[in-house]
Structure formats: structure tokens, C-alpha cells
Antibody, heavy 120, light 107 residues
Framework: QVQLVESGGGVVQPGMSLTLSCAASGFTFSRFGMHWVRQPPGKGLEWVSLIWFDGSDKNYADSVKGRFTISRDNSKNTLYLQMNSLRVEDTAVYYC?????????????WGQGALVTVSS | EIVLTQSPATLSLSPGERATLSCRASQSVSSQLAWYQQKPGQAPRLLIYDASNRATGIPARFSGSGSGTDFTLTISSLEPEDFAVYYCHQRSNWPDTFGGGTKVEIK
């Protein structure tokens, strides 16, 4: 069965860096676009970043552009999110999510989430 | 960016009742809209994709309709496990955006 398992969350001070990982299994990882979506405590969902199935294109929300980098290693079935210059407002649960294959639109599988807390 | 406005913010209903949730887009998203259910402490779960297609394993009591700017998620008869927060999500224009959510609570 499809599984997405995030790791790497934790507590960091403002300005520091953190890298999240999302280990995928149960499907052909290299065929699917992947996303990061975050959710601040008690609030709604915010899309963060997308990487195409082959890593050839990436997109970022304006709120993280220039600070976060999405990448993937298809040989390891793993998605990454490197987060630099973290801010208090980046505090959230970060989910990785699998994209449906075009022409369908939606995120059909989600990880359990990794909590990132940015606090001094 | 496209703004998705969900209404109502909270819906208080009893099991067995019909729930009608609305999502309005600030500009047309064609049919590129999805609906998710989220329960406390859990990840979102895809219910509906492309506005009206049920995702794998989703019960028939969930249905989606609409296109352009106005969309509806209907739960025909609420089961106890359906009380949760529901989000709409558009992929028509970058960046992806989510609505603010509708909480369906037990009356």
C-alpha cells in the first residue's frame, strides 16, 4: 500500500536551518509529482512547494521562495525540503503529498506530518 | 492568487442529516478543484477530485458538483465519522490555494 513517512521535524531557533524528508513506498515514486503542504497549529492548509516527477521543475509559495528548496532522489524514493532562514511564522506541521497524474487534479496520499517549531 | 472562500465556517447538524458545503473561487478554476476531509491529529484525506470524482474508497454519500467559480460538497446522510473539517483546493492557477475550511460539528 502507498505510504509516505516524513521525518526531520523539530525545534529550531529563528534563522536556523532544517531539512525534512519524506520516504515513499508502495508505488513507483518516479512517476508522480510531489508536494509539501503545511498547517500552522490550529489553522488551515497552505501549499508550500511542488516538484515534478523527474525533478525538472519546481515551484514555491511566495512565503518561502528563496529560503526553502525542494528536491527528490528517485533512486531512494525520497522527497526533501531544505528550509533555511527559518522564521517564527514557519512553525507548522509539514505534510508531503502525492499528486494525481494529469489530467486529474488533487493530492491523493498524504504523510502523517512532521512538526517544525521555530522559537527563540 | 485565487482565493477560495468556504461557507459556512461551521455547520451544526445531526447524524442522518444532509450537509451542503460551499466553496467559491475568486476567478474560474474550471473543474480543477478537490475536496479533503481532516480529523483532529490526522492528515487530510482526498474525497473528491476534478470537482465531481470520488477518490478511491470514498463512500457514495459524498458527492461534489460545480465548475468555474462555484462548487458544492454534499454529504447525503451524515455518519458519526463524518464530523470533521473539510477543505477545498484549487490547482487551476499557480499557486495552489486552499479554502479556509468548514467544520461540520455534531448538533
Amino acid at each position: 500500500q502507498v505510504q509516505l513517512v516524513e521525518s526531520g521535524g523539530g525545534v529550531v531557533q529563528p534563522g536556523m536551518s532544517l531539512t525534512l524528508s519524506c520516504a515513499a513506498s508502495g508505488f513507483t515514486f518516479s512517476r508522480f509529482g510531489m508536494h509539501w503542504v503545511r498547517q500552522p497549529p490550529g489553522k488551515g492548509l497552505e501549499w508550500v512547494s511542488l516538484i515534478w516527477f523527474d525533478g525538472s521543475d519546481k515551484n514555491y509559495a511566495d512565503s518561502v521562495k528563496g529560503r526553502f528548496t525542494i528536491s527528490r532522489d528517485n533512486s531512494k524514493n525520497t522527497l526533501y525540503l531544505q528550509m533555511n532562514s527559518l522564521r517564527v511564522e514557519d512553525t507548522a506541521v509539514y505534510y508531503c503529498a502525492r499528486d494525481l497524474i494529469a489530467p486529474n487534479y488533487g493530492f491523493d496520499y498524504w504523510g502523517q506530518g512532521a512538526l517544525v517549531t521555530v522559537s527563540s | 492568487e485565487i482565493v477560495l472562500t468556504q461557507s459556512p465556517a461551521t455547520l451544526s447538524l445531526s447524524p442522518g442529516e444532509r450537509a451542503t458545503l460551499s466553496c467559491r473561487a475568486s476567478q474560474s478554476v474550471s473543474s480543477q478543484l478537490a475536496w479533503y476531509q481532516q480529523k483532529p491529529g490526522q492528515a487530510p484525506r482526498l474525497l473528491i477530485y476534478d470537482a465531481s470524482n470520488r477518490a478511491t474508497g470514498i463512500p457514495a454519500r459524498f458527492s461534489g458538483s460545480g465548475s468555474g467559480t462555484d462548487f458544492t460538497l454534499t454529504i447525503s446522510s451524515l455518519e458519526p465519522e463524518d464530523f470533521a473539517v473539510y477543505y477545498c483546493h484549487q490547482r487551476s492557477n499557480w499557486p495552489d490555494t486552499f479554502g479556509g475550511g468548514t467544520k461540520v460539528e455534531i448538533k
